[in-house]
């Protein structure tokens, strides 16, 4: 499986991300311009993730997004985890968003 850090993240132009964490999560805190699609949404979501770019994929530390890149993977998709998820984005000070 794919994985890239949040440093590395932070310097692509204008990559896909997906944040697969809850929503009470997501609305606490989330990385700029993600589209949220909560784990459990992911298979009948599926058609809502570009299949024809990579697809980075986000949780709160890594572990949640790493089975849905897997899967996406699976699926054909050019899936890529982010390591430390949204915590470890807030511990490098990068920006993040509130609300849903």
């Known amino acids: ?3 890239i850090t949040v440093t590395e993240l932070n310097a692509l132009t204008e990559p896909v991300v997906i944040d697969v964490r ?6 606490a805190a989330h990385v700029p311009g993600v589209v949220h699609i ?5 298979v009948e979501r599926i058609g ?3 299949a024809d770019v990579p697809v980075h994929v986000i949780c709160a530390l890594g572990g949640r997004s790493a089975q849905v890149a897997e899967y996406l993977a699976a699926h054909g998709h050019d ?3 982010i390591a ?8 490098a ?3 993040t968003e509130q609300g849903a």
């Not at 809850?22 to 609305?27: F, G, I, Q, T």
């Not at 909560?38 to 992911?42: D, F, T």
Request: glycine share 12%; no cysteine.
């Open 48 to 50: 809502e993730i570009p």
């Open 1 to 3: 499986m794919k994985e």
């Open 84 to 91: 430390g998820g949204t915590t470890a984005w807030q511990q």
């Open 22 to 27: 809850e929503p009470w999560e997501y609305e």
């Open 93 to 95: 000070g990068l920006p």
């Open 38 to 42: 909560p784990m459990g949404e992911v």
């Open 79 to 81: 899936a890529v985890n």
